[in-house]
């Protein structure tokens, strides 16, 4: 069924992400039979599409890692009906404690 996600996506224009910004309002024009994007990004307003959604890891402001899920690909309705690949979760980069291999700084006192 539809769900109702407030949200935001962001999508950039220009340069390398000219053909995604292409694809993602071809989705929603499909999506929308009889509306054609006319550069005017308030016409999207209210428009129907299909969210492909995925978790990101995240640090949080208490230093816990955290899940969110976000909207990672906007896909026709049809194509949502018809089912998409759940994307794997998107883990930060492990970080290592490599405190055993830090050298002493201070050797003041060491019985040597």
């Not at 340069?15 to 039979?33: A, L, R």
């Amino acid at each position: 069924g539809q769900a109702k996600w407030q949200g935001t996506y962001r999508q950039f224009t220009g340069g390398n992400s000219t053909p995604y910004f292409k694809g993602m309002i071809e989705n929603i024009e499909k999506s929308n039979p009889g509306y054609h994007f006319n550069f005017d990004e308030k016409t999207l307003i209210g428009k129907l599409f299909g969210g492909v959604f995925g978790r990101e890891q995240y640090k949080g402001q208490d230093g816990n890692l955290k899940l969110a899920t976000k909207c990672r690909n906007i896909r026709t309705i049809e194509a949502i009906k018809n089912g998409v690949e759940i994307p794997e979760d998107k883990l930060l980069p492990q970080e290592q404690d490599n405190s055993f291999f830090n050298p002493v700084e201070d050797d003041s006192d060491l019985p040597f």
